[in-house]
């Protein structure tokens, strides 16, 4: 895995923002680090103004404290029941520091009734296991897996879990009582979705009893293009490339300047891999934040998030999009 370098801040100002945008709009939100130690290429929030650079995450060591104070102080603003955790990063990145901070903001929420959601690509440690038994029915997990193709991992997510250990944190969240769901994000044209690739994954995950899939294919920005450009080997950037050509810029969720796949490209895709996902009994829906030209569905975060959506006034608060 690519190594990173943990920087450690004070977080200053409210602890809990709401996020403004597609189907996590107006739920209560917590990113634990500022930055990703991941790095994944594609990755939407490497692209924010904000966001530290490569080998670079903040770490808000107050995190748990501020927290405890939000939720139980005298003059306490706010008492969410879900929050949505790292919307901007991944709560398991595999720094002992990172994960220790990540435990203590979980525990502070769960052992007070608080719900909370979260997609990762790490592995999770055992420890936390343990605590999400405790709380089972407060757990709504996102395993983000979009191929189990070890070269795929090696070349876009190098920082991430293997895929191997993603199907095992999905097989040891069933055994806690937490049933996941996946999220094939980004799905790559050529790359990721191949019949034979996809057929792999769905066999795996029907073995997993994964009940829902959330598909959704790439997305270009600038600045990701940028990532790809400098980080992938020259065949990919090429394909890459050659995908988006010609494709205007548009509005999706909080950017106005994004790239989609062709849209033909995209509905026969989705189409194929539902098909497949049929023969094993899986339910597959397209992300409808990231694909605006297209009848979609939201996911297992915006169906609590909408169901809990808070009605207390904080202010509104500009998160990164869930990537
Ligand atoms: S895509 Fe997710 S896991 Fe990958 S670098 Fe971005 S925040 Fe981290």
Redesign the pocket.
């Known amino acids: 895995m690519d190594s990173y370098q943990v920087l450690y801040k004070e977080r200053k100002g409210q602890v809990l923002r709401k996020a403004k945008f597609g189907c996590l709009t107006g739920t209560y939100a917590l990113n634990v680090t500022m930055g990703?130690g991941?790095?994944?290429v594609y990755?939407y929030?490497?692209g924010y103004t904000n966001a530290p650079p490569k080998g670079k995450v903040y770490l808000f060591t107050n995190l748990p404290y501020l927290l405890t104070k939000t939720l139980d102080g005298i003059h306490r603003r706010v008492r969410p029941d879900y929050v949505v955790l790292n919307t901007?990063?991944?709560c398991f990145q595999d720094h002992p520091d990172i994960l220790n901070i990540t435990y203590q903001v979980m525990e502070v929420l769960l052992s007070r009734g608080i719900g909370i959601s979260f997609l990762t690509?790490g592995y999770i440690p055992d420890r936390f296991m343990g605590l999400f038994k405790r709380y089972c029915h407060h757990i709504m997990a996102q395993v983000g897996l979009v191929s189990l193709s070890e070269k795929y991992w090696k070349t876009f997510?190098p920082g991430?879990a293997r895929p191997q250990e993603r199907l095992e944190n999905i097989s040891r969240l069933k055994d806690m009582g937490v049933i996941p769901q996946v999220r094939m994000d980004p799905i790559i044209p050529f790359i990721t979705d191949t019949e034979k690739d996809i057929d792999e994954m769905f066999k795996r995950l029907r073995s997993l009893d994964v009940k829902s899939v959330s598909l959704s294919y790439l997305h270009l920005r600038p600045a990701i293009m940028d990532h790809l450009k400098r980080e992938l080997p020259s065949i990919y950037k090429k394909l890459v490339e050659s995908l988006f050509q010609g494709q205007k810029w548009t509005h999706v969720g909080t950017s106005t300047k994004t790239k989609l796949v062709p849209l033909g490209l995209r509905k026969k895709g989705y189409q194929r891999i539902k098909s497949m996902a049929d023969r094993y009994g899986i339910s597959t829906f397209i992300c409808a934040c990231k694909n605006p030209d297209l009848k979609g569905s939201i996911c297992i975060s915006g169906q609590i998030a909408s169901h809990f959506r808070p009605k207390g006034a904080l202010r509104d608060e500009q998160l990164s999009l869930f990537?």
């Open positions: 990703c991941f790095s994944c990755c929030a490497r901007a990063s991944d690509k997510e991430a990537c």
